[in-house]
Structure formats: C-alpha cells, structure tokens
C-alpha cells in the first residue's frame, strides 16, 4: 500500500489548558476550517491555544485516546452528550475519536461520520453544533458537508432513540 503524500495543510493544534474544560467555557467553534481556510471573525478566543499541538493525520490510536486529544474528545462528548459520566467507560469517547479521524481524512465517509456522532449525541445534532464539535476537536468540514453530516446524524438519532 502506498502512503499519501503529505499535502500542503498542516495544522497545529493542542490543549495549553491543565484542567479539562466544559464545552461552554471553551468557546472554540468557529465558521471556517481551522486546517484549510483562514479563520472567520468567529472564531472563539481559544481556539488557536486548543489546537496548538494538533497535527492533521497524524494521531496514532494510541495518541488519539491520550493526553491533549483526550481533552478534547470529553470536550466535545460534553457538547454532544451534557451532563454524561460513564466513568471508566470510553465508549462516547472511542465513537468521538472515530469520527474525528474520520474528518481527518482526505474524502471522509460522511455516514460513518454521521453514525458515530448519531450514537454518542443525546442532544439534537444541528450544524452549530457540528461546528463547535469539529472545532474541539480541531476538524472541519465546509458549510455543505457539515450540513449533510448534521441532517445524516440527527436523522440517525432520533432513529436510534425510538
């Protein structure tokens, strides 16, 4: 198999942060694509600190359930799933980082993309919220996939949930 050849867009990405953070005091959606375009006036105040240290495609399975990414997949488990503590389980975590590497990708599979975020959410999957999600965990889409990912994942919710 042959590997990709690395493109042009490299992001950096991290969390400067010690204490884990709830979604709402995060502030780090923006409208734009934090690895592909420049970023809009709304972009929140933190997100170039959160995503200092992340690397498009370049996690690990290992380093995408570790440190900073850890971070920010509870992040955005809190913005999906509010008020979730499964305690030692990872389950949410583990789908979060699926969909994660998933927008990583060149051309992402938009139903598993939207499957993984239909199981982990408890709350209704708008494209706002898509994008505060994408920007936790430093991912974009454009404004036309988010849209598809969203309607494919609340459809997929309010599926699951019957």
Same mark, same amino acid.
């Given at each position: 198999?042959?590997?990709?050849?690395?493109?042009?867009? &490299?992001?950096? +990405?991290?969390? *400067?942060?010690?204490?884990?953070? =709830?979604?709402?005091? $995060? /502030?780090?959606?923006? %409208?734009?694509?934090?690895?592909?375009?420049?970023?809009?006036?709304?972009?929140?105040?933190?997100?170039?600190?959160?995503?200092?240290?992340?690397?498009?495609?370049?996690?690990?399975?290992?380093? &995408?359930?570790? +440190?900073?990414? *850890?971070?920010?997949?509870?992040? =955005?488990?809190?913005? $999906? /799933?509010?008020?979730? %503590?499964?305690?030692?389980?990872?389950?949410?975590?583990?789908?979060?980082?699926?969909?994660?590497?998933?927008?990583?990708?060149?051309?992402?599979?938009?139903?598993?993309?939207?499957?993984?975020?239909?199981?982990?959410?408890?709350?209704?999957?708008?494209?706002?919220?898509?994008?505060?999600?994408? /920007?936790?965990?430093?991912?974009?889409?454009?404004?036309?996939?988010?849209?598809?990912?969203?309607?494919?994942?609340?459809?997929?919710?309010?599926?699951?949930?019957?």
């Amino acid at each position: 198999m042959r590997a990709r050849p690395r493109s042009g867009w &490299r992001i950096i +990405a991290g969390l *400067l942060l010690a204490a884990p953070l =709830a979604a709402s005091g $995060l /502030a780090a959606a923006q %409208t734009t694509t934090p690895h592909r375009g420049a970023p809009s006036g709304d972009v929140y105040p933190r997100a170039a600190a959160w995503c200092s240290n992340f690397r498009l495609g370049a996690l690990s399975a290992k380093t &995408r359930m570790d +440190a900073a990414n *850890l971070q920010r997949l509870r992040a =955005a488990q809190e913005e $999906l /799933a509010p008020g979730f %503590t499964a305690g030692g389980a990872r389950t949410g975590l583990d789908l979060l980082a699926g969909y994660q590497e998933q927008l990583e990708r060149r051309h992402p599979d938009i139903g598993l993309a939207s499957t993984y975020l239909a199981m982990v959410s408890t709350v209704p999957v708008t494209t706002d919220a898509l994008r505060r999600v994408n /920007a936790l965990l430093c991912v974009s889409t454009t404004r036309a996939t988010a849209a598809q990912i969203a309607a494919t994942a609340e459809a997929a919710r309010l599926d699951l949930a019957r």
